[in-house]
């Protein structure tokens, strides 16, 4: 267990250098001035060196990747050149969205999928199968941003039981917050409902044809007493793994519904950032999303040790 | 008239019969399906290269918000454009980031497979961890700081996309080759004195090229949704170029005025991309019937 948890956080750690290093070589060592991309081609030659003396843009990459590496370790993060605040301060009061609104969507992406999936796989073949397997086909095919505009124009347009977005802050009661993150998280869910649905279906017919599962039936056990003592259980295992990889998507999926619905969250930071050219805010933002996908899937990866004594055995 | 009714029947049944790749794919609904919607997009994208009913970026403010009519099938947009050309124009931009971000992804994530898979060793691993981390690394994120540092555009948002593809094309190819290398006949072409290179590119290649061209579909599909959201978010496709994704940008500051608006080119997207799917559904089935067997 020791060595696995050796291998997989070196991998953690590694993946995490190589996206802090793969941020800092898109944003800064790509050709054109960083200064320039900040000022706008219509700036003076004067103004962007000093920008760039400013902010360091002067100095050999290596020196402000090292710098930048450093202070975010320390927690020293550079200033934003457009809110003149630390980045930090601008991320810590997003996060509180973002992460609330992924977490939500995951909540409900489990929920769809899982009940989706043991019914599609329960009915193999039947009508009710081949219905949800076409609607997660049609579910995988809708972009998220167009569902979000379809619930708005339902829920907010038609009916009024929704506002068309924003959000009213976690200090305006729970329940309010929650709602304003509903039609998003089921913008969010649903394409990722559709995906694990069928994942879902999948690994439980793989299960049920298992021989521990006919010996079971042979015992005497009835079909749903299989199912969810023994098949379930087992088909769980990579349906994890998949759920990891989803939360991860779902965060990233954030930039563009949060736009949708004009969530203050990460993913409009991120946008609003890149229209004020604000580079410092787009790398740290870029990072914290990256940071937080890497840790989820190293997450996944000990949960998955967790639950499956196999691997366990096989690292041990 | 019997004889005219059977002639037809019979000329399909005798087109379903047998195990070839037509024959299954003609009995199989999600390709048959898949393959119209898909057919229906280059359609719509080569005709309208020739023709639309109307210039899709010619404004006539006096037919602002027109609705359906036998003049503007799909009505007129804030503009008084034709949606119905706007729509089909749009077509042409999907069809030009599926086939660009995908041969970017193909090309040099097959030669990397293909590479890895020749080499072994340390160029494997290297390749592999590649590979990894740009799966850990979200396809949008990665869009979203390419498009940041180069500039809104649809050349950069497909170079992203593409960039995007390589490691999935890689991941797949070396996988698909490494089972390759172990038949019999590569050790036969081996024996017969045939270098790696020649071997990958007469026994490996064409190998491995059905499992390629599923996977194209699938990534064909995902390119149209990744262009979309970054056209829809400002990042792609500029005015005047039509867009499906910038028309839904559009559509929601019109929600109001008229929802119909957002209604059209999201059905484009998502039709486009549901026909991609089932067609590389339909292909992987057609091609390795284990597989659908165990789905």
Redesign the interface.
């Known amino acids: 267990m020791s060595v696995f948890l050796f291998k997989r956080l070196l991998?953690f750690l590694?993946?995490l250098l190589?996206?802090s290093m793969?941020?800092f070589a898109?944003?800064e060592l790509?050709p054109?001035d960083p200064a320039l991309?900040i000022l706008g081609i219509d700036a003076s030659p004067d103004a962007v060196a000093a920008l760039s003396r400013e902010m360091g843009f002067d100095q050999p990459a290596w020196l402000r990747y090292a710098r930048w590496i450093g202070g975010l370790l320390q927690g020293e993060f550079a200033d934003s050149y457009t809110y003149k605040v630390p980045v930090w301060e601008l991320i810590r009061d997003r996060l509180i969205i973002t992460v609330p609104l992924a977490v939500f969507a995951m909540v409900l992406t489990t929920i769809f999928a899982f009940l989706l999936g043991i019914y599609a796989a329960s009915r193999h073949n039947r009508p009710g199968d081949v219905l949800v397997m076409g609607f997660s086909?049609?579910g995988?095919?809708?972009?998220n941003?167009?569902l979000a505009?379809?619930l708005?124009?339902l829920f907010a347009?038609?009916l009024g039981w929704f506002k068309?977005g924003g959000f009213p802050g976690w200090d305006a009661g729970f329940w309010e917050a929650l709602k304003a993150l509903l039609l998003p998280a089921i913008a969010l869910a649903t394409v990722q409902g559709a995906i694990l649905a069928r994942f879902t279906r999948?690994s439980l017919?793989?299960v049920m044809r298992e021989d521990f599962v006919r010996t079971a039936r042979a015992k005497g056990l009835s079909r749903r007493a299989v199912l969810w003592r023994h098949v379930l259980r087992n088909a769980l295992i990579p349906v994890v793994t998949i759920m990891g990889l989803q939360f991860?998507?779902l965060?990233?999926?954030t930039?563009?519904v949060e736009?949708?619905f004009a969530i203050p969250g990460l993913g409009r930071l991120?946008?609003q950032?890149?229209?004020n050219r604000d580079?410092v805010v787009?790398r740290d933002v870029?990072l914290m999303?990256?940071a937080l996908?890497?840790a989820i899937?190293f997450l996944v990866d000990l949960l998955y040790a967790v639950i499956d004594p196999r691997l366990k055995a096989h690292d041990i | 008239m019997s004889m005219q009714q059977a002639q037809p029947a019979s000329l399909l049944s005798r087109l379903t019969r047998g195990n070839g790749f037509w024959a299954r794919a003609l009995r199989h609904r999600s390709f048959l399906a898949g393959g119209f919607l898909s057919l229906l997009l280059v359609l719509m994208a080569v005709v309208s290269a020739f023709w639309t009913p109307y210039d899709p970026t010619k404004m006539n403010f006096r037919l602002r918000f027109a609705p359906p009519s036998a003049e503007h099938w799909l009505g007129t947009d804030h503009f008084g454009r034709d949606l119905f050309s706007i729509i089909l124009t749009g077509a042409q931009n999907s069809i030009l980031v599926g086939v660009v971000s995908v041969a970017i992804g193909l090309s040099f994530g097959v030669a990397l497979g293909l590479l890895a898979s020749a080499r072994r060793g340390m160029t494997e691993e290297l390749v592999m961890?590649f590979s990894?981390?740009a799966f850990?690394?979200?396809?949008?994120?990665l869009a979203?700081?390419?498009?940041?540092?180069?500039g809104p555009g649809s050349a950069n948002a497909i170079l992203a996309i593409g960039v995007y593809n390589i490691p999935v094309f890689a991941r797949l190819s070396r996988g698909a080759a490494n089972a390759v290398w172990t038949r019999e006949y590569i050790l036969a072409a081996r024996t017969a004195g045939k270098g790696r290179l020649r071997i990958t590119i007469e026994h490996v290649l064409p190998n491995i090229l059905p499992v390629i061209i599923v996977q194209a579909t699938i990534q064909f599909?995902l390119a149209i949704?990744a262009e979309?959201?970054l056209s829809?978010?400002?990042?792609g496709a500029q005015p005047p170029a039509p867009s499906w994704g910038r028309m839904?940008s559009e559509?929601?500051t019109l929600?109001?005025k008229d929802?119909m608006l957002?209604?059209y080119?999201?059905l484009a997207?998502?039709?486009s991309?549901?026909g991609l799917?089932?067609l590389g559904d339909g292909l992987r089935d057609i091609i390795d019937p284990r597989l659908s067997r165990?789905?």
């Open positions: 991998t590694v993946t190589a996206a793969l941020t898109a944003l790509l054109g991309v086909q049609l995988i095919a809708v972009p941003f167009w505009i379809l708005i124009v347009v038609k068309s999948s017919l793989e991860a998507s965060l990233a999926g930039i563009v736009n949708v991120i946008f950032s890149i229209g580079i787009v870029v999303l990256a996908v890497v899937n | 961890r990894d981390f850990a690394f979200p396809a949008i994120l979203v700081m390419f498009v940041a540092a180069l599909a949704l979309a959201a829809y978010l400002g990042l839904l559509a929601q929600i109001y929802p957002a209604v080119p999201g997207i998502a039709l991309v549901l799917n089932l165990r789905r």
